[in-house]
């Protein structure tokens, strides 16, 4: 298959611009038809909810766990620290959408990484590119210097939010203003902290001073590291760490009651994302966005959209706020998670009226932006932005929504509502029943994650396929089916 168009521009522009394209470019680990939404047979939706693993097959812990498995265990238990509650699984390697453990049992891998690896595990085309930058060009350089592909990346994400609208069209259209300015660093987190610095600046610039406060959402999330986790409204997750940055505001998603209060002539920033992933799976409503940008807009607030979990193509377009209006835009956008399918990169897209406050010495980063990570990072960007790799997703979404939606009628004491878009969906259980079915897919074989008080969340592989989508839920019926009969 030949490169995609960003990469032939890019290749040209910035890598190689004497030397003949190459002829193959690596896709997923699924056959290259399967991208094809006529490709492949489409698969029948059930009549009743499947009761086909109802007894458990991956019982935890194995009793017939090996020696290799156990060792590994106990020296996680005695060397490395606390800070997840981990099952006693060893997982061993990857292909697609499903993980193997030590003990050589299969799982489903329905949360990805967490939302990282776009193009699922051991992806050829990612192999590839590891491979080859890393024993032809450089892995590191100092961030003082340049290189071609650090300033490729941001060039393309301007290239392809043209095409899907977001703050480039809301820069284009709205301010005549060229374009946007991007900062590399290792992590979403790191992106947030980036963001929220650059707000503090302009803040001072705009209002002097007084113009510090940062006004975030309940059920937030935006990191683990002290400026962060200021703005992550969880009190799970703050308590142990106060006192946290002072000025911190927190505002209801998708209520307008009060924003004037909310957002005053001293707020510098509002950080919000556009679907709340660890929170719930909760979509902020369009209408209230438009509120809330205006007033930031009026008060010269910088507006920041954390896509980290909910960008880069996960709800179908290239930012999840692509189909809204340009009224409903922001002035930066951080990434992360899934821009390198798992090797460690994030990055901060500033417009050019917010970016032009940072000068030489204001932030920095060692490993951010290295040539390894970004020769990935464009790699992905570039497979993740075909239009049949983005038809395939959709129409694996609206499989997998048909599916969840068919299930608060089949048990309708347990399960509530179906949240998200594309592939990152929520499925709202009641009765605080939302442990019990993320324990039990887990021991048939299906990695799942929580999100919020009362949601199993979703968000596999972008290449998934119906038929694993199809087992996925299959699951999740014989796991609700044993928990309503009282099994």
């Known amino acids: ?55 458990v097959t991956h019982p935890i812990p194995d009793p017939t766990q090996n020696i290799r498995t156990s060792k590994t265990l106990a020296l996680a238990k005695e060397y490395i620290l606390p800070v997840y509650a981990r099952p006693p699984i060893v997982l061993d ?20 990484g967490i939302a990282v690896n776009a193009l699922g595990h051991a992806d050829e085309g990612v192999s590839e590119m590891l491979r080859s930058q890393s024993a032809n060009s450089c892995i590191h350089q100092m961030c003082t210097i340049t290189n071609p592909l650090r300033a490729c990346i941001p060039t393309c994400h301007t290239h392809a939010t043209r095409r899907w609208p977001g703050l480039s069209d809301w820069l284009t259209k709205c301010m005549n203003i060229p374009g946007a300015k991007a900062f590399f660093c290792n992590s979403g987190t790191e992106a947030n902290e980036g963001a929220l610095k650059v707000a503090r600046k302009v ?21 683990r590291s002290l400026g962060a986790l200021s703005v992550t409204s969880n009190k799970k997750y703050q308590d142990p760490f106060v006192p946290l940055l002072p000025g911190i505001r927190v505002g209801e998603l998708n209520k307008s009651e009060g924003l004037e209060d909310l957002i005053t002539e001293n707020t510098c920033a509002v950080i919000v994302e556009p679907i709340q992933g660890e929170g719930g799976v909760n979509c902020a409503d369009v209408q209230w966005m438009a509120k809330l940008v205006q007033r930031a807009r009026d008060t010269g607030a910088v507006v920041i959209f954390d896509e980290i979990q ?3 193509y996960r709800t179908g377009t290239l930012w999840a706020h692509s189909t809204w209006p340009v009224e409903c835009h922001p002035d930066v956008v951080t990434m992360a998670k899934p821009l390198a399918n798992g090797y460690p990169i994030g990055a901060v897209l500033l417009r050019d009226e917010v970016a032009e406050t940072m000068t030489a010495g204001m932030h920095g980063t060692t490993f951010g932006g290295s040539p390894l990570a970004c020769s990935v990072g464009f790699h992905v960007l570039d497979r993740l932005s075909q239009s049949d790799f983005v038809s395939h997703l959709m129409k694996t979404s609206a499989f997998l929504l048909n599916r969840l939606e068919r299930l608060s009628g089949w048990f309708p ?33 299906l990695l799942l994650l929580t999100a919020g008080k009362d949601c199993v969340r979703m968000v596999p592989s972008l290449n998934v396929s119906e038929e694993d989508a199809s087992h996925a839920i299959d699951v999740i019926e014989s796991c609700l089916d044993v928990m309503a009969r009282g099994k």
């Open 203 to 223: 803040g001072k610039d705009r209002g002097g001073m007084t113009k510090t406060e940062i006004v975030c959402f309940q059920e937030s999330f935006h990191g």
């Open 93 to 112: 390697h990857g292909k697609g959408s499903w993980v193997w453990d030590c003990d050589g049992r299969k799982y489903l891998d329905f949360a990805a």
């Open 310 to 312: 909910c960008g880069l």
């Open 1 to 55: 298959m030949s490169l995609g168009p960003l990469s032939r521009w890019a290749y040209r522009t910035f890598r190689h611009p004497n030397r003949p394209l190459p002829a193959v470019r690596f896709t997923s680990v699924a056959p290259h038809k399967s991208l094809d939404p006529s490709s492949t047979r489409p698969v029948e939706l059930p009549n009743a909810p499947s009761v086909a693993y109802t007894a």
């Open 413 to 445: 004491e347990l399960v509530g509502t179906v949240r998200g878009r594309g592939l990152i969906v929520g499925l709202a259980m009641l009765r605080m029943e939302m442990p019990n079915v993320w324990l039990t897919s887990r021991g048939n074989g």
